[in-house]
């Protein structure tokens, strides 16, 4: 029996551990409000508040109901083994057992400690070096990580794309809605570098293209991350492309720069110039936010004018020919399965790299 207590009583501790890192006590306070909210009269008078605030409770309950179950029935194994006899024994430890697996699975969310990882994210592509194979590489991303999203239960909606005259995209802007989708994504922030034989070249020859992934935390409130209007230079225009004449004809297009760090986002989507200005400011504040991580600002008037993500160096290559394998170069993790990895299995290359982050940080 003492051994079996000594497991629980380490169970509970790890658990008590994680409730503070997750803060699942202020998750719980957060949900409350929100079903509150909700549950007035007037909640739905301003149907995009109130789905947006949906969306949050649903994000939440997601995160913290696996804890909550785990910690409950520790509780009632601890009690219910405190006035155990010997027959009981062999089923509380099986149920101990069950619970201590169940904790392993779910302590990969003690990994998203960043101060946006519990975010929706912003994923921008853009071809680089490479020339079509360089815009075919984006599109393979771009299917890489909707396929991803699907597995993951991740919600992926295409805001813009702009597409190579032969094949590919020159690039493109994905929202990603899911609990934590930030902090899983955020390990994909960098160059991605290809090597395969051409299917572009009449010789067939091996090629290296490169394409960059821009991973930026989704800031749906302008409190979060406040811009002054000083700093914006808003310009409006035709969109061009597909979508007939009610896209060519009018100046829906918006391109807005944000002066002090030279940061430029254009949206024409076939939507009014009010969505498509809310989108670009979207994707500005949220594009802020990352250039204040990594350039460790306290504020915005800190930030200098810089490439996020810049063409340096890549952070993972991809190769096809002359043999198949995926390699991260910052944790060194790498796979056979490239075909896998192209398909959507990233869990292990994010995993790796999110468990290194955490270790330099202890």
Known sequence: MQPLKKRLETLQGQLADAATSLKL?????????IEQALSLPDAWNDPSESTTRAKQLSDLKTIISPWQNIIEQTTSLVEMLSIADESMLAEIESQTKTLEVEYQKQRKDLLFDGPYDDHDAVLRLSAGAGGVDAMDWTGMLLRMYTRWAEKSGIKAELIEQSSGEEAGIKSATLSLSGPFAFGKLRSEHGVHRLVRLSPFNSDNLRQTSFALVEVLPEIDTPDEVVVDE?????????????????????DSAVRITHVPTNIVISIQNERSQLQNRETAMKILR???????????AESLSELKATESANWGSQIRNYVLHPYTLVKDTRTKHETGDAQGVLDGKLDEFIEAYLSQVKDDKN
């Open 25 to 33: 006590d202020q998750k719980s306070v957060q949900i409350q409000e």
């Open 230 to 250: 000083k700093d914006l230079k808003i310009d409006v225009y035709r969109a061009g492309g597909h979508g007939g004449q009610s896209v060519n004809t009018t």
């Open 286 to 296: 949220s594009k802020l936010a990352q250039l204040q991580l990594e350039q460790h």
